[in-house]
């Protein structure tokens, strides 16, 4: 019964954390749109008010007129009926902690550790997981105080950052937690950019001009610098966020590597959009990205070899291809798993006869050969055993061999 109630946990949160994320990103892509969009106003009386800029859009069969105030409307007062765009954000990354916690604290055995790449109990592994995000916040937000004036500079070093507790992750946690990770600390420091300086140099703004007082630029100017980082982080979050479905890119040995490459291609692409709302139309920038992915296609390609001269390789034979899974996968893919945690088979793959093997075959290989199976090598698949799998997949590939 735990483990059932534990799964609708992680169904309902997983809606939810998608349906705000979906509210939170769009929200930042239109905000970032807009800003990007707006022309000088065209009446004086505007400029007068302290408008900087204005966009006309239509949708919906309606016509919308946005104009931009930098610290608020001059002459008269700031209206009551402010919008705030923070519990989108907030409600995003409360479900993800939760997500995380249901999953990789409470399942750390089984999905946060592989005792292969670092030996660990799950008390260690849960306190890496956490200080992981806390340290990555603390970094992030000394280095943007310190290199404040310094963008450029301060832009590598946030790449660098992100690419060495990319690395770092991959050898201590399995390779799909270190994915989840990666994003879990870029989404911290996204929310908290929201959540420490974004809203409360806005509030800091908004009682400064009902108070009368000349508002001070110091809080604009930190909240947009903030916010054009979230803007550059929102594509990789969104490739960590569905990648967990992928074993292709984060079961690959250099999975680390992959997701750097990923992510470069991710800000490039979101490059040229930010761009474009200004004008700016650099193809380049697109272009190189779908380059990057598709050398990643080719690179990450399953592997041919030993497919034409199967014939001179023992042949695996069916039973020793089914020991293995009754050995290594069947305590999860059974129609009662016997594994801790498991109310149901994952992905509704039962594996417990030769004909459920058969039909499950070119599955059953890419999970072995990428490590994505079994989930954070809990029952110990040998690379022996993996080889067995991935030899007998290839000669049924080859030579129709039935099972």
């Not at 309606?62 to 705030?84: A, R």
């Not at 599955?363 to 994505?372: G, L, M, R």
């Amino acid at each position: 019964m735990e483990a059932y109630l534990l799964d609708w946990a992680n169904l309902l949160l997983r809606w939810l954390h998608v349906i705000s994320g979906v509210a939170w990103i769009g929200a930042s892509f239109y905000f970032v749109m807009l800003d990007n969009s707006l022309t000088q106003p065209v009446k004086r009386s505007d400029s007068d008010k302290g408008v900087s800029g204005e966009l006309w859009a239509v949708h919906g069969g309606g016509f919308y007129h946005s104009q931009k105030y930098k610290v608020g409307p001059k002459g008269e007062p700031l209206s009551d009926n402010l919008h705030w765009s923070k519990w989108e954000a907030y409600t995003t990354w409360f479900s993800g902690m939760a997500l995380l916690v249901i999953i990789y604290w409470f399942g750390a055995n089984t999905y946060l550790i592989d005792q292969q790449v670092m030996p660990m109990s799950a008390t260690m592994a849960i306190t890496i997981s956490g200080s992981v995000l806390v340290a990555g916040w603390l970094i992030y937000n000394t280095l943007c105080r310190v290199l404040a004036n310094k963008d450029t500079l301060l832009t590598a070093i946030i790449l660098l950052l992100i690419i060495a507790t990319d690395w770092a992750l991959f050898q201590a946690f399995s390779a799909r937690a270190a994915y989840l990770h990666v994003g879990a600390m870029m989404g911290t420091i996204m929310v908290f950019n929201v959540m420490i300086h974004i809203i409360p140099g806005q509030k800091k703004v908004v009682a400064q001009i009902r108070a009368g007082e000349e508002p001070d630029s110091a809080p604009g100017i930190i909240g947009k610098q903030r916010s054009v980082h979230n803007t550059y982080f929102t594509l990789p979050v969104l490739f960590i966020m569905i990648s967990g479905h992928y074993p292709i890119t984060y079961g690959n040995e250099h999975g680390w590597l992959v997701l750097a490459f990923v992510m470069m291609a991710g800000v490039l692409i979101r490059q040229f959009f930010v761009l474009r709302h200004r004008g700016q139309v650099l193809w380049w920038l697109p272009v190189i990205g779908i380059i990057i992915l598709l050398a990643l296609i080719w690179v990450l390609r399953p592997s041919t070899e030993g497919i034409d001269n199967t014939a001179s390789v023992a042949i695996v034979s069916d039973a020793q291809v089914t020991q293995v899974i009754a050995a290594r996968c069947t305590v999860c893919h059974a129609v009662s798993p016997t594994q801790a945690g498991f109310s149901a088979p994952p992905l509704g793959l039962v594996l417990e006869s030769s004909e459920q093997i058969a039909l499950n075959a070119e599955k059953i290989a890419t999970s072995v050969q990428s490590h994505y199976m079994p989930l954070g090598n809990l029952t110990g698949m040998t690379n022996e055993e993996r080889l067995i799998i991935s030899t007998w997949y290839r000669q049924r590939s080859t030579i129709k061999q039935p099972l």
